[in-house]
């Protein structure tokens, strides 16, 4: 008998130790994060799902909800909604329940959870917003601006807003002013929203060209004509690849890439045979076309996706000044950059 109470003590005492083990330390969560322009992880990856800075505030997942950050990490709208998008004039688009509506940058839900779909405030106050199978314009009070009765919207630019109508000829696309009047007839396959004065258009039988705020050719239609210009030049095509062409129309970079990006900072962004690389103004190949992935640049780096599948930041010298170190990246906004870097 005095040996079985021995025995079962030691065992006790076995089992009690196993059971006071000290926890080990937790393992990083990885996930996505932001980086400075020194490549400084100043917050650690931990969201499930990230967009840029704007207007000091990023939208980010954890937990499988939306929420926004300020830039020092900490939440300053808790994470609740089902979907958001970035803030722009003050206003942030939210989704709960399937609904969406519009939150201020205390989290305040300014304009209630009404709508089917929504779109970002653009200037002019107005942001198209979808009701049942139609789309309009709210305005910042949240009253329906434009009544919804098109088929789809683009956001202002300029005091103009594109939008769809489909009847039964395909009507197409066309823009509207602030009052919610067509100015222009919808009579395009496509269009894009004004820039410096003029939209892009596409007509049903495939050709294109460039309208002024009144509707009237500032490019009539040809098959092969400029695209919005950015930096003074435009993007042309010929024989099947692109090229860049000045105000005057003259060829300055002869069509020979397979795709090619607006002038952004100086710079373009350009893919030779499934590689991306990036010219200046003069054609020059600053970056010969070498990586995987690439995006414009923006705030003096471009991020680029090596063939090994990492992502690093270039500088406007063309030299990797942030390491490729990154499972994906996104381009700098406001100082910062989203990376996702899962954990070790």
Known sequence: MKKLVILLLLSLVVFWGCAQKEPTEQAPKGGWGFIDTT????????????????????AVVTGGRWGFIDKTGKFVIPAQFDNADSFAHGRAAVNVNGKWGYVDKL???????????????????????????????????GQMAIPAQFDNVQPFSEDRGGFQSMGMQAQGWGFVDPSGKRVIPE???SVKPFKNGVAEFKTFDGRYGLIDKDGIFVYKEQTELPSYFSE???????????????????IVIEPQYDQADMFSEGLAMVRKEFRYG????????????Q?????????????????????G????????????????ALPFSEGLA????EAK
């Open 39 to 58: 490549g400084n992880m100043v917050i650690q990856p931990q969201f499930e799902t990230a967009k840029p800075f704007s207007e000091g505030m990023a």
């Open 107 to 141: 989290g305040h839900m300014v304009i209630g959870t009404a709508f089917d779909n929504a779109q970002p405030f653009a200037e002019g106050g107005l942001a198209g917003v979808k009701q049942g199978t139609k789309w309009g314009y709210v305005d910042f009070r």
């Open 187 to 189: 009579k395009y396959e």
């Open 232 to 250: 003074g030049l435009a993007i042309v095509p010929g024989k099947g690849k692109l090229g860049y062409a000045d105000q005057k129309g003259r």
């Open 278 to 289: 990036y010219i200046d103004r003069s054609g020059t190949e600053v970056v010969k076309p």
């Open 291 to 311: 990586y995987e992935k690439a995006t414009p640049f923006k705030e003096d780096f471009a991020a680029v996706k090596l063939v090994n599948g990492r992502w």
């Open 313 to 328: 930041y270039l500088n406007k010298d063309g030299k990797l000044a942030i390491e490729p170190i990154y499972d994906e």
């Open 338 to 341: 989203a990376v996702k870097q």
